[in-house]
């Protein structure tokens, strides 16, 4: 596309892009939107250095004037769009690249990899934490996904509200608070479970926590306490009927004095059985699977598509809104779009606006998008926390039916002002 | 872990790890190993350097001892395992680690997380490759999942019988053939579909496959060929009724004298969709989302579980088979592991034998492990032709029924030994 457009002197045409979906997965409330500040670090790093131009070459995958154009290749456009932690809903605008043609097409793939992989996780992170209710939850799922989307992963599951995560390269490429705990393979390398839990407190202290279910729950919970004492930080039990057993330790560990010792439970954790378990004795919940997988919507439907663009080269040229017009459900709405989140009298959100007109007088303060990238500078970086606590806002001021875990329609309807 | 073993004294101790899996997805007939050469990559760069030494420090995630061990980390021990495009089936121990503890479980996380993402990618894409017959199948989910996964995804839908991918990263680092088509954006920019159609014959040549589904598609294959000529490489389809449009879209093509002009269709494909369309006049295929997401199954469920260890430091110290014994259905079987596939008078696989104990003279030529890593040093690289290759005639050796892709049980029963 591009090396034709080049060619045929449409290249430099000024074109405006949208991130959207045309639905939230199927009987889910509301989406999230997660990824904005990798976005915008893959934007501001987005070049074709001399290994890249040499395989295009060599590859013939473009022409001579093509490669000399990517040599030179750096986002020098626009971006607005929803700050991240968000929420969102069919039609949203998330993200707006304006930019000549050439230099905002090639952002597609990585704009859409970056939100259709982290809002999938957020938006699961999000529920699980609505289930959890103020319990800590800890990111576990690493192995259950590549081992780099894991890192995104676990930044993402912190903005949808997990508390921390057991994926120290996310720790320290994002800043996100870590915890551990041992695997059975620690207690099977000992030669009894009492000496892998002294080699365990002898090594980190008593506030450690201790895996409960290699062998019999009710002896290790003993043991834990003996060998620990009654300050034993927590123990984890990761398989059997997690409901019943959360009760029992419990009482036992009530039983030992070990009153303060907590209770973390892991095991092929989703919302669903997290809320199962909201009467349980339970003190954190550590998710693997369900999380980094979506909890059964791994990806998001968000599209890039160009919605306007001008009609010669230069920046001044007027914008023409364009749209696809074909059957089968993937038309598109032309024109620059601006969005804002209506509320009631109570200041409860109760449509998502969106138009291409200009700004009705009473939503105008309560536009969506936040200015991102202006001429390729970055402009909009923030910590994690920010966006862990947007998203913690945008939530609670969504109407009470958007914490149901059953499935429904969004919570919002979207208008066409 | 790691730290309490070192303290411990135990850190030392020979350890056999294994990956398996309890079960496939439900309702699949055979998993498809992938990953294997990623894995080989991942071993021997698996060091930690002097940021993350930092990081892990100023955290106080470990102790002093540990970062000196960490520092000079490298993996020393031997790998074996079933080779990249082997069908596996619940409790193939798909690779097994042997090293001290210390260094063995360093690289759990790893492991599980390359082999769980691209066997996934992989069944999939092998279904896929199925339903399709010999018709080409096109990568084409990088904007789909997370920007790195993608590039994984590609190289594992290769491994599982795709022919190539629109991820040109994928094809700089795995050097896997790459093609592309343009998409409504690039017909959107220009003044009509005819300018767009021009422009990109006039860069590609005749060869090129055009877009027509952006307004009429039958208008669209009208000026294509008006505009390439009969030798026009081929069109696109994504949208609509794919059944119908086909054949409607061939017999337009070959009325108007393009007979070899060659339909390409995309638009949310699954196997069922590629397979509904068998008898249609399709000539290629481009999978997205499904196919990166592992069609409705994005990560495998295998483990890495230690299943021997010595009782003491020393690489002659005699190894006890250990496991887990607790309630829950994750218990596991003690002992490093061999496995064979028994094959009938036909020659046709029946059953994945697995023991602990010696190979039956019968299977001993039928092992399926082979020595990837020793003492540290990868031994068996190979290109992802030779991995492909072995896929197609694993899944050839398997009973018909393997290649159902309607619900069912593993095809082979997995014995013990």
Known sequence: MLQAALRAGSAGRRSVFEVFTRRLPEGRRYGVVAGTGRVLDAVENFRFDAPVLEFLAEQRIVDGPTLDWLADYRFRGDIWGYPEGEVYFPGSPIMRVEGTFAEAVLLETVILSILNHDSAV?????????????????????RRTHELAAVAAARAAYVGG??????????????????GTSAHAFTLLHDSERDA???????????T???????????????????AGPDLGAVRIDSGDLLLLAHRVRQQLDDLGATKTRIVVTSDLDEYAIASLAAAPVDAYGVG??????????TCSMVYKLVARA???????????????????????????WAARRVDADGVAEAEVVGTGPVPQELAGRQLAVELVRAG??????PLDAAR????????????????????EAVLPTEYA
Not at 377 to 382: F, L, M, Q, W
Not at 390 to 405: C, E, K, T, W
Request: glycine share 12%.
């Open 122 to 142: 957020a938006a699961a992170a999000s529920r699980m934490s609505v289930a959890a209710g103020g319990r800590p939850l800890i990111e576990m799922g690493a």
């Open 162 to 179: 997990f508390t921390s995560t057991s994926d120290l390269a996310a720790g320290f490429r994002y800043n996100i608070p870590t915890v």
């Open 197 to 207: 839990f002294r080699a365990q407190v002898d090594s980190l202290g008593g506030g």
């Open 209 to 227: 926590t201790l895996l409960v279910d290699t062998f019999d729950v009710t002896e290790a919970v003993r043991m834990a306490v003996e060998i």
């Open 289 to 298: 699977t369900q999380l980094v997988t979506g909890s059964g919507h791994p």
């Open 311 to 337: 009609d010669s080269d230069g920046a001044d040229a007027p914008l023409r809104p364009v749209a696809k017009k074909s059957m089968g459900g993937k038309s598109s709405i032309g024109g620059r779009k």
């Open 377 to 382: 500078e970055v402009v909009a970086r923030e």
């Open 389 to 408: 606590d947007r998203h913690a806002r945008a939530r609670a001021g969504l109407p009470m039916s958007a914490m149901q875990l059953s499935r429904g």
